[in-house]
């Protein structure tokens, strides 16, 4: 209003003006409206003074010319002229930085203008007005900041005074009827939607939305009830600035325990206390979830084969309020392969989460069980990668009904969603044979998967292509393995110019062509080699031609403390019931030295038989022939009259009879020996002499 009117006769204060604003608000959820700060804000001149519950916040006072104002209601923050003022926690003498959610405040203006020149005031401001005439009923989440993916509906019902029994000492409750509109209200601005209360006088809302029923009288009373609360989802609801108690189906009284309602009571409601419309017409009812029904979703990066340094981003969409996938951009933190903690953003608008490395994992806390949840990976150049290949963990979350779903998180359960991606490489692949000096047989090699399934690829390696190949563009993790013709029973997994064949896995025996002699080797797969640029990954399959050595020990027999020299031998091949032809001789050089010992290498495996040519001196010549057997694993038998022969240190003992000495005829040893028996024939006579005598003077 202007100070003086037009015919006063003042002349100083004809252009002069004041204004004053004045009205009550509500404190919104963390202060914010639709996702934005609640904030008060104002530009112009000249005094100007902003009075929150009656304390100055804002002062502008004095003639000046254009200044700014602002109070943030989300942070407590005030600034004039863009210079930080004392905040409404430092005026109100609080611990927190702003307002209490959900709480009822006044605001004043004071405007002044007192110059005679131009004028400007701008005022804006996004703070609700407090509801009259009116009940809400609030729901929200007390430990979790998931609201808006909670689609469960929570069920209440509200109780008014009968109006015809008002004044009654006893007051008599309604519930508010079936049929009844409300309006709905969604993070704490009211929309055009209308609902109805439901049959059993029921009316739901989700987390984060409110019921407000208009044109009560602010004199009755009333109170409100959420209903139908299971104890292992939410096991405990606060109403704030309210007291509130719990009840079970039999409208028994609930104890609680620290707090909480014991899950033993496994459905229970939660009661407001009474109180008048006009004194309180807002209940914010706000549930604690059970540790049971809070669960994490998490995502991890996997690399099959090689690993890479390149970062790989992920779109994440949790089941909205209505039910259907909305893009997730709340926070989330990141772990390493141990569990350590690395870091912790939030996801953009559209669900993105972006720079995970292999072996990270995204972690998404606080989500409600019963949400579903999609994970898509945002492709990686297709000329590099694979498509990637995306698995649940089995166990960790129930199955989702939404189209498009991973899954649904379960009570007690983490979901776990596991992103495996493969490089694409140029895969080359080499065949070594121990035996170098000799020519051998070309031979196939079959791709696979590195689950052993067979896809169809081979390559022919020969002395044309010097026993190298390449598969091209294929799968870091794949492998190459050397292919054998199938035997009786076996299924082909190859089929090369109509016949079949199969992969020789490691260290099996194959029978391959050197110098046109079949020749068995055994087959082992080295571990790849990865070029510098990740592009290139070579696999050698090494060929090593089995064979072993055959050591014996030559012993007097009865007595293998005396080792026998120059004892020589002969090995034969040997036909399959040991058999064998002169001509099948292997070598006639074996001769033991002077530890009795001999050794035959190169012996491949198959029979043999043994005999000795020569005996050591002194000893005879043995007719015996041992048989020997030299097995695949390179180990040797070896039996002689079907009976397995002594060893020691893996040496065979072979035995030889020792000769009795005699003297040589016409020696000088014989003299000896003469007269021995000459002294030995005299004793006898003399000896019958004697007896003869005693015999005649006894007759």
């Given at each position: 209003?202007?100070?003086?009117?037009?015919?006063?006769?003042?002349?100083?204060?004809?252009?002069?003006?004041?204004?004053?604003?004045?009205?009550?608000?509500?404190?919104?959820?963390?202060?914010?409206?639709?996702?934005?700060?609640?904030?008060?804000?104002?530009?112009?001149?000249?005094?100007?003074?902003?009075?929150?519950?009656?304390?100055?916040?804002?002062?502008?006072?004095?003639?000046?010319?254009?200044?700014?104002?602002?109070?943030?209601?989300?942070?407590?923050?005030?600034?004039?002229?863009?210079?930080?003022?004392?905040?409404?926690?430092?005026?109100?003498?609080?611990?927190?930085?702003?307002?209490?959610?959900?709480?009822?405040?006044?605001?004043?203006?004071?405007?002044?203008?007192?110059?005679?020149?131009?004028?400007?005031?701008?005022?804006?401001?996004?703070?609700?007005?407090?509801?009259?005439?009116?009940?809400?009923?609030?729901?929200?989440?007390?430990?979790?900041?998931?609201?808006?993916?909670?689609?469960?509906?929570?069920?209440?019902?509200?109780?008014?005074?009968?109006?015809?029994?008002?004044?009654?000492?006893?007051?008599?409750?309604?519930?508010?009827?079936?049929?009844?509109?409300?309006?709905?209200?969604?993070?704490?601005?009211?929309?055009?939607?209308?609902?109805?209360?439901?049959?059993?006088?029921?009316?739901?809302?989700?987390?984060?939305?409110?019921?407000?029923?208009?044109?009560?009288?602010?004199?009755?009373?009333?109170?409100?009830?959420?209903?139908?609360?299971?104890?292992?989802?939410?096991?405990?609801?606060?109403?704030?600035?309210?007291?509130?108690?719990?009840?079970?189906?039999?409208?028994?009284?609930?104890?609680?325990?620290?707090?909480?309602?014991?899950?033993?009571t496994e459905t229970y409601l939660a009661r407001s206390e009474e109180k008048t419309a006009g004194n309180a017409a807002r209940v914010e009812f706000k549930?604690?979830?059970?540790?049971?029904?809070?669960?994490?979703?998490?995502?991890?990066?996997?690399?099959?084969?090689?690993?890479?340094?390149?970062?790989?981003?992920?779109?994440?969409?949790?089941?909205?309020?209505?039910?259907?996938?909305?893009?997730?951009?709340?926070?989330?933190?990141?772990?390493?392969?141990?569990?350590?903690?690395?870091?912790?953003?939030?996801?953009?608008?559209?669900?993105?989460?972006?720079?995970?490395?292999?072996?990270?994992?995204?972690?998404?806390?606080?989500?409600?069980?019963?949400?579903?949840?999609?994970?898509?990976?945002?492709?990686?150049?297709?000329?590099?990668?694979?498509?990637?290949?995306?698995?649940?963990?089995?166990?960790?979350?129930?199955?989702?009904?939404?189209?498009?779903?991973?899954?649904?998180?379960?009570?007690?359960?983490?979901?776990?969603?596991?992103?495996?991606?493969?490089?694409?490489?140029?895969?080359?692949?080499?065949?070594?044979?121990?035996?170098?000096?000799?020519?051998?047989?070309?031979?196939?090699?079959?791709?696979?998967?590195?689950?052993?399934?067979?896809?169809?690829?081979?390559?022919?390696?020969?002395?044309?292509?010097?026993?190298?190949?390449?598969?091209?563009?294929?799968?870091?993790?794949?492998?190459?393995?050397?292919?054998?013709?199938?035997?009786?029973?076996?299924?082909?997994?190859?089929?090369?110019?109509?016949?079949?064949?199969?992969?020789?896995?490691?260290?099996?025996?194959?029978?391959?062509?050197?110098?046109?002699?079949?020749?068995?080797?055994?087959?082992?797969?080295g571990e790849k080699a990865v070029s510098k640029d990740g592009t290139m990954i070579t696999q050698t399959i090494t060929n090593t031609k089995i064979v072993?050595?055959?050591?014996?020990?030559?012993?007097?027999?009865?007595?293998?403390?005396?080792?026998?020299?120059?004892?020589?031998?002969?090995?034969?091949?040997?036909?399959?019931?040991?058999?064998?032809?002169?001509?099948?001789?292997?070598?006639?050089?074996?001769?033991?030295?002077?530890?009795?010992?001999?050794?035959?290498?190169?012996?491949?495996?198959?029979?043999?038989?043994?005999?000795?040519?020569?005996?050591?001196?002194?000893?005879?010549?043995?007719?015996?022939?041992?048989?020997?057997?030299?097995?695949?694993?390179?180990?040797?038998?070896?039996?002689?009259?079907?009976?397995?022969?002594?060893?020691?240190?893996?040496?065979?003992?072979?035995?030889?009879?020792?000769?009795?000495?005699?003297?040589?005829?016409?020696?000088?040893?014989?003299?000896?020996?003469?007269?021995?028996?000459?002294?030995?024939?005299?004793?006898?006579?003399?000896?019958?002499?004697?007896?003869?005598?005693?015999?005649?003077?006894?007759?």
């Open positions: 209003m202007p100070y003086s009117s037009w015919d006063d006769g003042a002349s100083q204060n004809k252009f002069a003006f004041g204004m004053m604003i004045s009205f009550e608000f509500l404190q919104p959820k963390n202060g914010k409206i639709n996702g934005q700060d609640m904030v008060f804000s104002f530009s112009g001149d000249d005094d100007v003074w902003v009075f929150i519950d009656n304390k100055l916040v804002l002062d502008l006072g004095g003639v000046h010319e254009r200044a700014t104002g602002s109070i943030n209601f989300a942070n407590g923050e005030v600034y004039v002229n863009n210079q930080s003022n004392p905040t409404l926690s430092s005026v109100f003498n609080s611990d927190s930085d702003t307002f209490a959610d959900y709480t009822s405040h006044s605001l004043k203006l004071f405007y002044m203008e007192r110059g005679r020149g131009d004028s400007n005031c701008s005022i804006k401001f996004n703070l609700p007005p407090r509801p009259t005439n009116s009940i809400e009923i609030v729901k929200s989440l007390a430990n979790s900041d998931k609201e808006k993916y909670t689609s469960t509906d929570f069920q209440f019902k509200a109780y008014l005074e009968d109006e015809e029994d008002r004044n009654q000492e006893l007051v008599q409750y309604n519930a508010i009827p079936e049929g009844t509109p409300y309006r709905v209200k969604k993070n704490d601005s009211l929309t055009d939607e209308v609902r109805y209360v439901g049959a059993n006088n029921i009316f739901t809302l989700k987390a984060g939305e409110s019921a407000v029923f208009e044109g009560i009288d602010s004199g009755l009373w009333f109170y409100a009830e959420e209903v139908g609360i299971l104890s292992d989802q939410f096991d405990r609801v606060d109403i704030t600035d309210w007291k509130v108690t719990y009840h079970d189906l039999n409208e028994k009284l609930v104890e609680t325990s620290n707090g909480k309602v014991p899950e033993q549930n604690t979830c059970n540790v049971k029904n809070l669960r994490k979703l998490r995502i991890t990066k996997k690399m099959n084969g090689l690993s890479t340094t390149d970062k790989f981003s992920f779109q994440v969409y949790l089941t909205g309020q209505n039910g259907q996938f909305i893009p997730y951009d709340g926070g989330y933190e990141v772990i390493n392969k141990a569990s350590k903690f690395l870091r912790e953003g939030n996801a953009s608008s559209q669900g993105i989460i972006s720079d995970v490395a292999p072996d990270e994992t995204i972690v998404i806390d606080q989500i409600l069980s019963g949400t579903e949840f999609r994970v898509n990976e945002i492709e990686p150049d297709n000329s590099r990668y694979e498509k990637p290949i995306k698995e649940v963990e089995e166990g960790s979350c129930d199955r989702g009904r939404v189209t498009g779903s991973d899954g649904k998180i379960a009570l007690e359960k983490d979901a776990h969603v596991i992103i495996t991606n493969t490089l694409k490489v140029n895969l080359t692949v080499n065949k070594v044979w121990s035996d170098t000096e000799i020519k051998h047989s070309s031979i196939y090699a079959g791709l696979y998967k590195a689950d052993g399934t067979a896809l169809r690829s081979y390559v022919e390696l020969s002395e044309n292509n010097k026993y190298s190949d390449v598969f091209r563009n294929v799968s870091s993790s794949d492998l190459v393995y050397e292919l054998r013709p199938v035997t009786v029973n076996e299924n082909a997994e190859f089929t090369i110019h109509g016949k079949g064949y199969v992969k020789v896995k490691e260290n099996d025996i194959i029978v391959a062509k050197a110098n046109n002699t079949d020749t068995k080797y055994k087959v082992s797969y072993t050595k055959l050591n014996l020990i030559k012993i007097e027999k009865n007595n293998k403390e005396h080792l026998l020299r120059n004892a020589e031998f002969a090995l034969y091949t040997a036909n399959d019931n040991y058999t064998y032809e002169e001509s099948n001789l292997v070598t006639n050089k074996i001769k033991t030295g002077s530890d009795g010992r001999a050794t035959v290498n190169g012996l491949v495996p198959g029979k043999y038989v043994l005999k000795e040519t020569k005996a050591p001196d002194g000893y005879s010549l043995s007719a015996n022939v041992w048989q020997v057997l030299v097995k695949d694993d390179q180990s040797v038998e070896v039996r002689l009259n079907g009976y397995k022969v002594d060893t020691e240190d893996g040496a065979f003992f072979i035995e030889n009879i020792k000769l009795y000495s005699l003297p040589s005829t016409g020696g000088s040893g014989i003299y000896w020996y003469m007269i021995s028996g000459m002294v030995l024939m005299s004793t006898a006579a003399w000896i019958l002499y004697k007896n003869k005598c005693k015999e005649v003077l006894g007759k």
